[in-house]
């Protein structure tokens, strides 16, 4: 590949945390993305360091689907070479897809100096959600392309908020036996309807976790993931869900909820806890019969440009 160059990374991050479904998220530091793109012509190629699948089928990646789109909708006539190093695990919970898809809208528009919009990019990176889920939602997506905790609006719309300095992300995994679609079927197990008494709790609660971002209280903000509209039906996918919960605050955690469509437990605690916190969770699952592994995080900062 000859020309211009662009090296981009993008974070993984934790969608709905609890109250917020398919409106909060917030991006983690860490694992990233890192997307090299080179101009090259005349068709899009791309290779894939990661996951065997991935390795295997680069055409149905979320990646080639969004250089396709931008490429036609920009009329841009030269192809583009990419190459992924595919750092964001899959399919556990934590934006992977999201991850993908930003580094490939941020780093088509630097290449070709489009000087798109964030409500533009997020909606070329809306392109890679519905290719890899069917459906095109943005919390994942503008959780790492803007960092910290973000709210989802109408239209592609986003407010960020920065997330408390002493605040600590335990992120722990079980390995439990999935469906191949599992986001999918994560939404299958949603309820068509929500009693008006359930629905007014989720909105104060929503209202409690934003203030909590506000005004930097780990607590406050730990309080409202506890109370969600999707996490107890998808607990089913979780074994022991509830007493690893238990686990975590016992030993520090301000709340716990399931990171995006999981399996992956999400933790916010104060960084000087974290790591109790997490080898309490581990330790749990593992006293259930369940193997578990997991980090700890703190929030990041979003999409960026590495090297040009």
């Known amino acids: 590949?000859?020309?211009?160059?662009?090296?981009?990374?993008?974070?993984?991050?934790?969608?709905?945390?609890?109250?917020?479904?398919?409106?909060?998220?917030?991006?983690?530091?860490?694992?990233?993305?890192?997307?090299?793109?080179?101009?090259?012509?005349?068709?899009?190629?791309?290779?894939?360091?990661?996951?065997?699948?991935?390795?295997?089928?680069?055409?149905?990646?979320?990646?080639?689907?969004?250089?396709?789109?931008?490429?036609?909708?920009?009329?841009?006539?030269?192809?583009?070479?990419?190459?992924?190093?595919?750092?964001?695990?899959?399919?556990?919970?934590?934006?992977?897809?999201?991850?993908?898809?930003?580094?490939?809208?941020?780093?088509?528009?630097?290449?070709?100096?489009?000087?798109?919009?964030?409500?533009?990019?997020?909606?070329?990176?809306?392109?890679?959600?519905?290719?890899?889920?069917?459906?095109?939602?943005?919390?994942?997506?503008?959780?790492?392309?803007?960092?910290?905790?973000?709210?989802?609006?109408?239209?592609?719309?986003?407010?960020?908020?920065?997330?408390?300095?002493?605040?600590?992300?335990?992120l722990v995994t079980p390995q439990v036996k999935l469906p191949k679609e599992k986001t999918k079927f994560a939404r299958s197990l949603l309820p068509k309807e929500v009693g008006l008494e359930r629905a007014v709790a989720v909105a104060r609660a929503a209202g409690t976790l934003v203030h909590g971002f506000a005004v930097g209280s780990i607590e406050e903000i730990g309080d409202a993931m506890g109370v969600s509209l999707v996490d107890d039906r998808r607990a089913a996918m979780v074994p022991a869900f509830q007493q690893v919960r238990e686990a975590a605050v016992s030993h520090g955690a301000a709340g716990v909820c399931i990171s995006g469509a999981g399996p992956t437990l999400l933790a916010v605690c104060e960084r000087r806890v974290s790591g109790r916190v997490l080898r309490a969770m581990v330790k749990e699952f593992r006293g259930r019969g369940v193997k578990s592994s997991g980090f700890v995080s703190r929030p990041g900062s979003g999409c960026s440009v590495v090297e040009k």
């Open 1 to 170: 590949m000859k020309g211009k160059r662009v090296v981009v990374e993008a974070p993984a991050s934790s969608a709905n945390l609890g109250c917020g479904f398919d409106t909060f998220a917030i991006a983690l530091a860490g694992p990233k993305d890192r997307l090299t793109l080179e101009k090259a012509g005349p068709h899009i190629s791309l290779e894939v360091e990661g996951p065997k699948d991935l390795r295997e089928e680069p055409a149905t990646n979320v990646v080639s689907a969004v250089a396709m789109v931008m490429l036609s909708e920009r009329r841009i006539t030269s192809g583009v070479g990419m190459r992924l190093v595919k750092g964001v695990p899959v399919g556990i919970g934590l934006g992977s897809s999201a991850a993908s898809s930003v580094a490939t809208a941020a780093g088509i528009d630097r290449l070709f100096g489009l000087g798109l919009s964030q409500k533009e990019l997020l909606g070329y990176a809306g392109v890679g959600e519905r290719s890899a889920s069917g459906t095109a939602h943005y919390d994942n997506v503008s959780a790492s392309l803007m960092g910290g905790f973000v709210i989802v609006g109408g239209d592609h719309g986003c407010v960020r908020m920065e997330a408390p300095r002493s605040m600590a992300l335990c």
